[in-house]
């Protein structure tokens, strides 16, 4: 079969998480940081290392097949390509944002002022949107100090924590976006045999990542109110304690509601509970 290209960025904030997602699916690969290609050992793949800018592009020209790229770049490229799965990371808010002291505190006091902001085309369309005419300053970093130098009135920049806003005096002020990595392909892929299998690998990945395995000790006459309690991926497995009156259930609670479960069996009568995270969940 032939060999597929998938884009991740080369170095920043996505380079990482992309690389553990794709060890974490079974790749073998290094992690070249002086290359532009490495190989795949054991998978009919090549990982192609780039400017996260270019990715979208790269993938809807045929360069490569996939790519891992932040949702706010593929919009803002405006390019033709398939979303195939969100990822969970890279989660970030494109947010305008007005110095403290603006006075600003309605979206329509924007008019007639300038924004500064790396993300022309997505604002554009958030203005027009909202019927506002203001003039965007497009700048390529550090767009949060163009107020303070007087360069603009506002920013449009991606934030996560805000800290970055904070310590430039700015306050957040209108959501435009929000956006986290996702996993995009070539339009003609989406039923290519190693394309399928490589979003399984990912999918079963991530359900793992959302999910944490538990092992807990019950009384026997507390077992049906503890398992109640329990979602699980079918029914838990109860397995008999040496001691006469006791059992092990074992089962997969999801993260998010994981610290209220587990008081919840608490006060049901279970004890010694141990918490594993898991590697794969492959339905
Ligand atoms: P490159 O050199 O590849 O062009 P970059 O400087 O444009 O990198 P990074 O700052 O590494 O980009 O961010 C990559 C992506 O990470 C962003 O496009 C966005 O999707 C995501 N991201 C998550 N949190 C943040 C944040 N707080 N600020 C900026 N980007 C963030
Ligand atoms: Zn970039």
Redesign the pocket.
Known sequence: MKTLKIAI???????EKSVELLKNCGLSFENYKSSLISPVSNFPLEILF????DIPEYVQDGIADLGI?????IQETQVSVNYLQRLGF???SLKIAVPNNSGIDDISQLNGKSIATSYPAILSKFLTQHEIQADIRTIS?SVEISPGLGLSDAIC?????GG?LKSNGLKPFADVMS???VLIGRDELSANDLVIELIQRIQSVLRAKETKYVVLNAPKDQLAQIIALLPGVKSPSVVPLAEAGWVAVHTVIPERDFWDRISQLKQAGAQGIVVMPIEKIIL
């Open positions: 960025q080369k170095s920043g904030r996505l380079n780039l400017r996260d800018d790229v932040g949702e706010n770049v890279g989660k970030c970093g920049d991606l934030v996560s924590t970055t956006s986290e990595a």
